[in-house]
């Protein structure tokens, strides 16, 4: 079975817990309650683990593009990677140099067989 991550919209469950916070205020005589002020604490840790960061899902790992790499591109068709400067890659496809940004164009590394 897949494991991958679950994902959740941070911004909508920082909502909820801070509705259910003050349905708790609200709904809840302190002095009669033994509960209210755990179930505070226990929304009021949740909001924090979120706020920090902790749960989001780890980023995508990007490709490993480098010289002498054979590539398919959507539009231009399969070409060798001839130079890797910072954030663009330089392709030669049918002999023409192409200069492509690596992380939005659609380039897909060929395995060597």
């Known amino acids: 079975m897949d494991k991958q991550p679950r ?19 609200m709904n809840s005589d302190e002095g009669t309650n033994p509960w209210f002020r755990g179930e505070l604490n226990g929304l009021g840790f949740a909001k924090a683990i979120i706020l920090s960061g902790q749960c989001d899902p780890d980023p995508i790992p990007l490709p490993t593009i480098k010289p002498g790499d054979r590539v398919r591109h959507t539009v231009h068709g399969i070409g060798s990677v001839r130079s890797e400067p910072e954030e663009c890659v330089e ?23």
């Open 91 to 113: 392709v030669n496809f049918d002999e023409v140099p192409y200069l492509l940004h690596k992380y939005i164009s659609s380039l897909e590394v060929i395995p060597n067989e």
């Open 7 to 25: 994902m959740i919209d941070a911004d909508k469950a920082i909502k909820m817990i801070d509705e259910a916070i003050k349905n708790s205020i």
